[in-house]
């Protein structure tokens, strides 16, 4: 089989972060100014060559009112502080405050790492949308890399893709899909969300290649701490510019 060509694999990352990005939009909450960019991802969805659940998503998506998505969100989870669906990666991996601070840290670190200040808006580090869209401006930073920067610094990107799903994204990206998809009005946009993402998230993990260890259902349960990997991707070889990832 051939290898893809430069402008395949910058087509690939586009796309991917263009995903990543219409999930980040589904996740946040539904005010006007996200349901108008969630209108816009659903279109871009449609017209390119996405997997049936993602297909379905975006149908609904493209035609869903604010009334018809923020009374399901509000009711499912408020997607924050739901004991049944926290829409937070801390609350999978239990323990007391100070645990849970030392995974926000770590989160923090990692986007410090790629230039990315977690504190601007207002967001948790840990928060599904926040990790949604660090995944998609990774994928933006693997395209701008592979036409300007050449193969080293794109595989970089990739190596934080990876690193990030096996850490973090990976581990409850999936669960907390499922979870969403089980609780949320059968045939309603979030039950479709909750779908895709939880197929996205292990499709992703598959294709780079990484067997994250998933959370169980328990969101009590502790788990292990994850590895730092923050200050190895530190210099100005980690950090291209959130402007110049427009240029494609």
């Known amino acids: 089989m051939a290898r893809p060509t430069t402008d395949q694999r910058i087509e690939s990352a586009l796309t991917r972060a263009a995903f990543w990005e219409f999930l980040a939009h589904a996740f946040a909450y539904p005010n006007d100014e996200r349901i108008a960019a969630l209108h816009e991802s659903a279109a871009e969805v449609l017209a390119g060559d996405a997997s049936v659940p993602a297909l379905r998503m975006a149908a609904v998506a493209k035609e869903a009112s604010r009334d018809y998505l923020e009374t399901v969100y509000i009711s499912l989870t408020t997607f924050s502080s739901s004991p049944d669906a926290p829409a937070f990666e801390s609350a999978y991996f239990g323990g007391d405050a100070q645990q849970q601070t030392q995974r926000m840290a770590d ?142």
């Open 107 to 248: 989160i923090a670190g990692f986007y410090r790492a790629f230039g990315v200040d977690s504190t601007d808006g207002g967001f948790r580090p840990d928060e599904l949308p926040v990790e949604l869209e660090f995944m998609a401006y990774l994928c933006r930073k693997e395209a701008y890399a592979e036409e300007h920067l050449g193969a080293p610094r794109a595989g970089q990107t990739r190596k934080a893709q990876r690193l990030f799903l096996e850490e973090h994204l990976g581990r409850w990206g999936a669960a907390f899909g499922r979870r969403v998809a089980s609780q949320a009005p059968a045939g309603h946009f979030y039950q479709l969300a909750g779908e895709t993402l939880s197929y996205w998230v292990l499709q992703e993990c598959s294709s780079a290649g990484v067997t994250p260890v998933e959370v169980s259902g328990d969101t009590s349960r502790h788990w292990p701490q994850p590895i730092s990997h923050g200050p190895e991707f530190a210099g100005d070889a980690s950090f291209v510019p959130m402007e110049e990832l427009a240029v494609r």
